[in-house]
């Protein structure tokens, strides 16, 4: 399968591209980078060098493509971090050329918007998330932040999440649309657990997995990259969400053995490629 992914770029780190591609590449998929930013590192640091692409530099990419004649091989659209308002328009423009040359595309949108309270993007960039972006996704990985903000609801209990997640899957209309939520931490859950949500119109699944407290940046972009790279191998919701969970979770508790803020994608690779893994998800309803 080959997939068309939008996000931002790191010299240093797993974020973005740096760690889509390489995720993508290792589950046997071509993956096809267009940067939104080219940083020195993550910005959580509170220092770094680098540049936001200029939106027409976007376009001027996905038309070079589109000369080639080869939009119509991309079955997947994956797009996460922006680095400016106007790359939005970019970014969908480009999800609805690739549908143009092939309707069976999916457009997979990581709705970076912020998270634990507060909202980290550019202005207009959450907004175009909320008002362009999720109603014309195929499948959303939001946070429970980025649920919260796109639904204009609570999720903190797990009926809340689900009501939230579900009012995300019916602004699609007829899109048969899959809503995964990342990193719920829910009032009626164990202490010190986090869950993970699948959701679509008429089914549900979740993974609970001990919460590690210890950033990892990143562990966002690797999952949305993971579950896709899974998902476009079989199409088994139940599946690729066990592998994806499972396989952040142990690049994220290597960062926390270590000592280390960055995910660590290269040691654990082999836990990217693995059919199944230690934290199964079970249907809901």
Not at 167 to 188: F, H, K, N, P, S
Request: glycine share 10%; no cysteine; net charge neutral.
């Amino acid at each position: 399968m080959n997939v068309l992914s939008i996000q931002s770029a790191v010299a240093w780190g797993h974020v973005g591209n740096s760690a889509a591609v390489f995720i993508l590449r290792r589950a046997g998929h071509d993956a096809w980078p267009i940067d939104t930013v080219h940083f020195s590192n993550h910005p959580g640091y509170g220092r770094f060098r680098g540049r936001v692409v200029p939106a027409n530099e976007i376009a001027a990419l996905i038309e070079g493509l589109a000369e080639l004649g080869v939009l119509g091989r991309i079955d997947t659209v994956l797009t996460g971090y922006l680095g400016a308002a106007e790359q939005g328009p970019a970014a969908a423009r480009a999800a609805a050329q690739v549908r143009a040359a092939n309707p069976a595309a999916l457009w997979l949108v990581d709705p970076v918007i912020g998270d634990k309270g507060r909202v980290f993007v550019q202005p207009g960039i959450a907004e175009f998330m909320r008002d362009v972006a999720a109603p014309a996704a195929d499948i959303l990985t939001p946070n429970q932040f980025e649920l919260e903000f796109l639904a204009g609801q609570p999720a903190r209990t797990l009926p809340a999440a689900l009501a939230a997640a579900r009012q995300l899957v019916a602004v699609g209309g007829a899109r048969d649309r899959l809503v995964i939520v990342t990193g719920l931490a829910l009032t009626d859950a164990e202490t010190g657990t986090l869950t993970t949500l699948a959701v679509k119109a008429d089914k549900a699944w979740r993974v609970v997995t001990p919460e590690i407290a210890h950033p990892g940046y990143g562990a966002g972009d690797a999952f949305a990259a993971a579950f896709l790279g899974r998902y476009l191998a079989g199409r088994d919701i139940a599946m690729a969400l066990t592998a994806a969970v499972s396989a952040v979770h142990a690049a994220l508790a290597h960062s926390a053995r270590t000592g280390r803020r960055e995910l660590s994608l290269v040691a654990t690779q082999d836990e990217f490629v693995q059919a199944t893994g230690g934290f199964a998800a079970t249907a809901i309803t």
